[in-house]
């Protein structure tokens, strides 16, 4: 087999020397890797060969397949360069554009608000570009909230606004929680809303700029077991049912009660520790934040004209990255990977 195919390689080479137009390159293509070309009968040989051999024999005959495809293009540039000289030879091949592929955040997007219109809520999107009011205090979160420092948020240089006050690059997607509100006035309401966040971060689980989902559900009668139904379907949609999910007391000052949700760790799989007995780098107890959650605060209702004895709701806002690095076997353990444009990374997904 090896014999046969090194004498191919160099007749072949032998032929294409002596080629003087495109036509005989296309000929000499042809009973080669044709129906019955004799790579073609070549290939077909390998069954005959002892099992324990025909790995190699396959790694061989890929590795001749691949220098004869590069000799071919070489001879066929090689002639269109000497044919542009008097013209053009409509007759040559054009060279066909690599196919890309959606990036993984974008996929994760388009995989999440499948997720949630399932269930009756609507994609919806507002501004990069936010309010002081609508980013904080439509939020109950007052002026002296650590959330609004510098080193939190980045603000805009450009002259307050009276009403509004500054401009900020939205820190969270909760603004739309207000927008949305007033926008349809009446509940019921059952949003999803997707768009980039922006914040001065940068380690292996932040970075400044970040996508966020924002659910937002409001109607008579809504309480926590509508929340923890509509997480336990997420989870259990989105990540699989091996992973498990747990609800933290906490403190957001736009939701009362208030709870962060976090999923178990898909890297070590709630172990804490990776294969070789080294704590894991991503979670280090097994456990992983995935985001917040809570009941809408009274005052955010009134913020949107909602009456908060009628009407109650609950929300939840999650980073598409870091939901996306618990999904199960992903295994990303530094979340820069996404937006450093190497594409070694972006060609697995």
């Not at 020397?17 to 042809?30: R, S």
């Not at 409509?90 to 955040?105: M, Q, R």
């Not at 019921?188 to 971060?201: A, Q, S």
Request: hydrophobic residues 35%; charged residues 30%; proline residues 5%.
């Amino acid at each position: 087999m090896e014999k046969k195919l090194s004498l191919l390689l160099d007749e072949i080479k032998k032929s294409l020397e002596k080629a003087i137009n495109v036509k005989e390159i296309d000929d000499i293509w042809i009973s080669i890797f044709g129906q019955s070309g004799v790579f073609t009968r070549i290939i077909k040989e390998i069954q005959n060969i002892p099992k324990e051999k025909r790995p190699e024999a396959g790694k061989l005959t890929n590795q001749v397949k691949y220098n004869l495809e590069e000799l071919f293009i070489k001879k066929r540039q090689d002639f269109s360069h000497k044919e542009l000289e008097n013209g053009i030879d409509v007759t040559i091949p054009g060279n066909i554009p690599k196919k890309g592929h959606l990036h993984i955040v974008t996929q994760a997007i388009f995989e999440i608000t499948n997720i949630f219109e399932k269930i009756g809520f609507t994609k919806v999107s507002y501004p990069e570009i936010e309010w002081e009011h609508y980013a904080f205090e439509a939020l109950n979160m007052p002026k002296d909230h650590p959330a609004r420092d510098d080193f939190e948020t980045f603000f805009i240089n450009q002259p307050a606004e009276p009403k509004f006050g500054k401009m900020v690059l939205t820190p969270h997607t909760s603004s739309g929680q207000v927008r949305e509100m007033l926008k349809v006035g009446k509940p019921p309401i059952r949003m999803i809303n997707i768009g980039k966040c922006y914040r001065p971060n940068w380690d292996i689980s932040h970075t400044p700029m970040f996508y966020q989902f924002e659910g937002l559900v409001i109607d008579e009668g809504i309480n926590i077991t509508h929340l923890k139904g509509t997480m336990d379907y997420f989870a259990k949609e989105f990540f699989g049912p091996e992973r498990k999910t747990r609800l933290r007391p906490f403190h957001f000052q736009f939701t009362e009660p208030s709870f962060e949700v976090d999923i178990t760790c898909g890297v070590c799989l709630g172990k804490g520790t990776l294969e070789d007995g080294k704590k894991c780098r991503i979670c280090k107890e097994g456990w992983l934040e995935l985001g917040g959650s809570g009941m809408v605060h009274p005052n955010v209702l009134h913020s949107g004209n909602i009456d908060s004895n009628k009407y109650t709701g609950f929300a939840f806002g999650w980073g598409i990255e870091r939901t996306y690095m618990m999904k199960s076997g992903t295994k990303l353990d530094d979340i820069r990977l996404l937006y450093g444009n190497d594409i070694r990374f972006l060609e697995q997904f």
